[in-house]
C-alpha cells in the first residue's frame, strides 16, 4: 500500500527555517519524481519544489528559489523540504506528491500526481 507521511510543519516566525519531511513506505521515492504541493486558505494548490528521478531538482514556483531546497535520503526513502527566511506568504498546508508516471518530469500540473501524503500546516507568522 503506497502512503506518503509528510511531517516538521509548525509555527515560526518570519526568517525563520523548516525542515519538512516525507517518509513514503509501499513504493521506492528514487523509482520516480516527487514534489511538494503547498495549498494556503482560499487558494488554489500550488507546486513548490520537485526532484526527479535522476535526482534533478526543480522550483516549481519562482517566490521560493534561493529560498528553498528539495532533497530526498534514498537510504531512509525519504524526502525533505528544507525552507529558510520564512514569510508570511509562506503560510499553507504542505503536500508530499508522486508522481503518476515515474519517468515523467517533474511538473506544476497537480494531476500529474497521483498519491497525496496528509499534509503538514506550515503557519509564518509573529
Known amino acids: 500500500q503506497v502512503q506518503l507521511v509528510e511531517s516538521g510543519g509548525g509555527l515560526v516566525q518570519p526568517g525563520g527555517s523548516l525542515r519538512l519531511s516525507c517518509a513514503a513506505s509501499?513504493?521506492?521515492?528514487?523509482?520516480?519524481?516527487i514534489a511538494w504541493f503547498r495549498q494556503a486558505p482560499g487558494k488554489e494548490r500550488e507546486g513548490v519544489s520537485c526532484?526527479?528521478?535522476?535526482?534533478?531538482?526543480?522550483y516549481l514556483l519562482e517566490s521560493v528559489k534561493g529560498r528553498f531546497t528539495i532533497s530526498r535520503d534514498n537510504a531512509k526513502n525519504t524526502v525533505y523540504l528544507q525552507m529558510n527566511n520564512l514569510k508570511p506568504e509562506d503560510t499553507a498546508v504542505y503536500y508530499c506528491?508522486?508522481?503518476?508516471?515515474?519517468?515523467?518530469?517533474?511538473?506544476?500540473?497537480?494531476?500529474?500526481?497521483?498519491?497525496w501524503g496528509q499534509g503538514t500546516q506550515v503557519t509564518v507568522s509573529s
Open positions: 526532484i526527479s528521478r535522476s535526482g534533478t531538482t526543480t
Open positions: 509501499g513504493f521506492t521515492l528514487a523509482y520516480g519524481a
Open positions: 506528491v508522486k508522481r503518476r508516471i515515474p519517468l515523467g518530469p517533474c511538473t506544476g500540473r497537480s494531476v500529474d500526481y497521483d498519491y
